[in-house]
Every structure is written in structure tokens, then in C-alpha cells.
């Protein structure tokens, strides 16, 4: 019996290919369509001895199992998938999932056009699930380094409700607006720190390379030097390792520190007691501590807002934001609303009780438990503090430049004082001799 190899769709839109027996062509395409398969293409061919249709088609699946997983890249461990790469990947499924096209059909194309990395591999991975029956949900939920726990619980409330192409619309507006936030934040930190950097490293070169001329002209003249002077030489000593029993000079430990402190402030953060310190210090510290306020509220609320519009229940909800808060401060506050809601009690009071939040923010929350209106009171109280982070950070950088412009100076100036008072005692001997 003739053999006809076949190309068709199932009845999520995915292609399917195999081979099946039949004696006409028509008859091919009956039994293709009694399988649930849509035919595009049938045609016979020849089949070698010993290979059925069947052993064929299994061979094929083999191999295009085995290619997709040869596609997906090595990646670290500990990496995770940079949010403007999930953000766009968002919004790219949102649109597919507006204009109708199937789910699993959706994440195959998405994945195909994916660049090699780990968003690449957990996407062929998560393919594979939802064509095994997974939901998406679920289906994310097995990789925490790319898809959150708000990400996941909001992908789930538009499966329940059948609305995912909107839920995920808002996820990527969500998504952006956060970024959006961040970036604003990064960026006027980067010309303070650049600053910083850069000034320690002059001061350094000055102490190593300036300073020790100037100390071998002291000692040829012999001229009594003055206190800080003393000071500044030795620090110049120790700086270019020159102190007597120094082994390594002290600018390798400055060079490390620069390193070092980042690293050190990362994993004390990273431990629950040390956050906990570290949130609650900076958040009283001045200017500095409103702008981390600000933000945190505008995340929060925005967080929160998101996923009671997207149908997730309000006290999972807080639980959400209390955990991605990024701030101990905020968590703390969100367990005592999440307990107050729990034994039937009011949003408003415990954050009012923590004093976290202005008044506004707490009587805007409050207007909207009374109204029913909770998703959308937030939203606008976030809109209206992404404004006022950038009046903050604004305020922030103004108040950092006069300041870094004082240090520095102060720093320059003592160098410059340190180093001509003995000259001025030089000049002043040579004049008093002449004379």
C-alpha cells in the first residue's frame, strides 16, 4: 500500500508532519482529518524496506526534540533574564495574544526569533510544557529566574478569567513604567559616583607620584615641617607603600575598597537581619530617605493596583507587593495590613499606624476601600509619585554637587596648604639669611 508523507495542523495551529499509509491520496487525507489534523500538503513517496510510516515519524519528532534542545545556550547559574528583555518578550506576547493567535503557536514563534540566552532556553522549555498540557502559569512558575512570583500570579488571574491578552498588556505597561523608574533613579546617581571615583583616584596619584618630590625637597633644605604637613607625608608613605615594614602599598587597598564595598553592601543586604539595618537607616537619612520613600511607594502602589485590576485577591495581593517591595520598611508594613485585612479590619490603619506613607497616600487608600475603587485610587497615587521622584532625585543631585564640590575642594585645598607652608618658611629663611 502506497505510502504518503503529509504536512497539517493540529488544532492549536501547529504544524505536524508524518507519513501515513493509504491506497489514494483522498483517502490519505480522510484519515489525516479523522486524526484532528488539518492537511496542507499531502504527497506519496517512496518508503524504504523495514521503515514504516510510523518509525518515520517518531524518527522526525526525535530529531526536531533533539535540535531545539542543541539551540538553547550555556548560561551561569545564577543569571537571570534582564528585565528590558521580559519586558519586551511581554509585549510581544500580549500583542500575539490580542490578535487571536493561539497560545502554544504564540510562544513557538517568540521562541524562534529569540536570541541564543537564557530567556531563549527557558522559553523552548516552557514550550514544551504548555504543548504537554501545562498551563502557562505553571508553566513559568518552574523558573523563578526569569518569571517572578508577581508575574506568575498575574499571568494565573488572566487564565481564570480569560482575559491573558489584557493581563499581560497591563503586566508589560507594569513592566515599563518600573524600568522607566529605575533608569531615572540609576541615572542621576551615575555623575555623583563618577565624580567620587575620579577624585579619590587624583588624590591618589597626587600622593604617590606629587608628594614624595616635595618631600625630598624638604629634606634637602631641611626646613622644620609643620604637623600636617608630618601627616600628609606619611599618609603619601603609606600610600605608595614606602612606610617602613609596609609590604603592599596602601593605594592597592583604596583600589580595593572601591571593589570591595559594593560587594560587601550586596551580601549584607542579602541577609534578612542586614536589610532590615540597611532599609531602616536609609529610610530616615535625609533627602536620600524621601527618595527612597517615594519610589517605594510609587512601586508598591502601582504593584498592588496591578494585580487587583487583574482579579488577583487582595490578600494575596499584599502578600505580592510585601515581597517584591524591596524594602524592609514597606514589608513590614504590608504583613501588618495583610493581618488587619485577614481579621476583617481596614486597609488604611495599620499604614497609617507605620507612618510609611504621607497622609495623602493613606487618605487616597482609604477614599478607595469606602468606593469600591482600590485599583484605580493606586494607580493614581503612583503616577502621581513617579512625579515626584524626579522632583526628589532632582533635589538630590542638586543638594550632592555643591556638597562633592566642598569635599573635593576641602580635600585640594589641604594637599596644596600642607605642601607650600614649608615652602613659605623656605622662602622666609632664604630672605632673613640675605638679609
Not at 528585565?83 to 502554544?104: I, Y
Not at 494565573?156 to 493581563?167: F, P, S, T, Y
Not at 603609606?238 to 553592601?265: D, E, H, K, M, Y
Request: charged fraction near 20%.
Amino acid at each position: 500500500m502506497p505510502t504518503f508523507a503529509y504536512e497539517a495542523l493540529n488544532a492549536a495551529g501547529k504544524p505536524q508532519k508524518g507519513s501515513i499509509e493509504a491506497s489514494t491520496s483522498d483517502e490519505a487525507i480522510q484519515r489525516i482529518k479523522s486524526q484532528g489534523y488539518f492537511p496542507t500538503s499531502v504527497r506519496e513517496q517512496k518508503v524504504k524496506k523495514g521503515a514504516g510510516g510510523a518509525d518515520a515519524g517518531k524518527k522526525k519528532k526525535g530529531k526536531a526534540a533533539e535540535s531545539n534542545k542543541k539551540s538553547a545556550s550555556f548560561t551561569m547559574p545564577f543569571t537571570k533574564v534582564k528585565p528590558k528583555h521580559l519586558t519586551l518578550f511581554t509585549r510581544q506576547l500580549s500583542t500575539l495574544q490580542d490578535a487571536g493567535l493561539p497560545l502554544l503557536r504564540s510562544l513557538q514563534i517568540l521562541e524562534s526569533q529569540m536570541k541564543p540566552g537564557l530567556l531563549k532556553n527557558v522559553l523552548v522549555e516552557v514550550t514544551e510544557d504548555v504543548e504537554g498540557g501545562s498551563s502557562l502559569s505553571d508553566a513559568f512558575g518552574k523558573h523563578p529566574r526569569a518569571f517572578d512570583t508577581l508575574y506568575v500570579k498575574m499571568v494565573n488571574a488572566g487564565e481564570i478569567g480569560g482575559v491573558l491578552d489584557i493581563i499581560l498588556q497591563r503586566l508589560s505597561e507594569f513592566m515599563e513604567k518600573s524600568q522607566r523608574l529605575k533608569r531615572r533613579i540609576k541615572g542621576a546617581m551615575v555623575y555623583p559616583i563618577a565624580v567620587v571615583v575620579f577624585a579619590i583616584l587624583i588624590v591618589v596619584f597626587i600622593m604617590w607620584f606629587i608628594v614624595p618630590k616635595f618631600e625630598a625637597i624638604f629634606a634637602d633644605f631641611g626646613v622644620a615641617l609643620p604637623k600636617i604637613t608630618t601627616m600628609l607625608i606619611e599618609t603619601s608613605r603609606w600610600v605608595a607603600g614606602n612606610t617602613p615594614g609596609q609590604s603592599v602599598p596602601g593605594a592597592f587597598f583604596v583600589f580595593g575598597a572601591l571593589i570591595c564595598v559594593p560587594i560587601i553592601w550586596k551580601l549584607v543586604r542579602k541577609a534578612g537581619p542586614g536589610k532590615a539595618i540597611t532599609d531602616t537607616i536609609l529610610f530616615w537619612v535625609p533627602v536620600l530617605g524621601t527618595l527612597i520613600r517615594k519610589s517605594t511607594i510609587a512601586r508598591f502602589t502601582r504593584t498592588l493596583g496591578t494585580l487587583i485590576s487583574a482579579g488577583v485577591p487582595i490578600l494575596e495581593a499584599v502578600t505580592i507587593t510585601g515581597e517584591t517591595s524591596g524594602n524592609y520598611v514597606f514589608e513590614k508594613a504590608l504583613r501588618n495590613v495583610h493581618d488587619s485585612i485577614r481579621e476583617g479590619e481596614t486597609f488604611a490603619g495599620p499604614l497609617r499606624e507605620s507612618k510609611t506613607c504621607d497622609a495623602i497616600v493613606v487618605n487616597m487608600i482609604d477614599v478607595g476601600e469606602e468606593t469600591g475603587e482600590m485599583d484605580t485610587m493606586l494607580m493614581k497615587i503612583a503616577d502621581n509619585y513617579d512625579e515626584e521622584v524626579d522632583v526628589a532625585v532632582g533635589a538630590l543631585v542638586s543638594l550632592l554637587e555643591p556638597v562633592m564640590v566642598v569635599v573635593i575642594g576641602v580635600m585640594v585645598g589641604t594637599i596644596v596648604v600642607a605642601m607650600f607652608l614649608p615652602l613659605v618658611a623656605m622662602i622666609e629663611s632664604l630672605q632673613g639669611g640675605g638679609v
